[in-house]
């Protein structure tokens, strides 16, 4: 059973920066693809970022191109999520998504129905 664990969210003004991590464990991610999604107030969650674990490659969501990154610590099993030059709109739930097996196709899957585990959530508030 996979499980994943977020954590780094928290409340930051207009602009600045927060990174996310994610750490997985119970499972072996070498053929898995990884997932950030998000859930503002009032709204249906939505696909944010994805990366191959093994691939490292990545699929962003056009309003977070060139803000955020993603990436991945393999010898901790842990994806992080840099968000820089924050927004009040990019206030959310942020979800740490797993799907495995995964063997190609990044830009495929981004339906949350596409990822099989999912973290518990963390907050991020941004403040204009």
């Known amino acids: 059973q996979v499980q994943l664990v977020e954590s780094g969210g928290g409340l930051v003004q207009a602009g600045g920066s927060l990174r996310l991590a994610c750490a997985a464990s119970?499972?072996?991610?070498?053929?898995?693809?990884m997932g950030w999604f998000r859930q503002a107030p009032g709204k249906e969650r939505e696909f944010v970022v994805s990366?191959?674990?093994?691939?490292?490659?990545?699929n962003y969501q056009d309003s977070v191109k060139g803000r955020f990154t993603i990436s991945r610590d393999n010898a901790k099993n842990t994806v992080y999520l840099q968000m820089n030059s924050l927004k009040p709109e990019d206030t959310a739930v942020y979800y740490c998504a797993a799907r495995s097996p995964f063997y190609s196709g990044v830009y495929y899957y981004t339906r949350e129905k596409d990822f099989n585990s999912w973290g518990q959530g963390t907050r991020v508030t941004v403040s204009s």
């Open positions: 119970g499972h072996t991610f070498s053929n898995a693809l």
């Open positions: 990366i191959g674990w093994t691939s490292g490659t990545t």
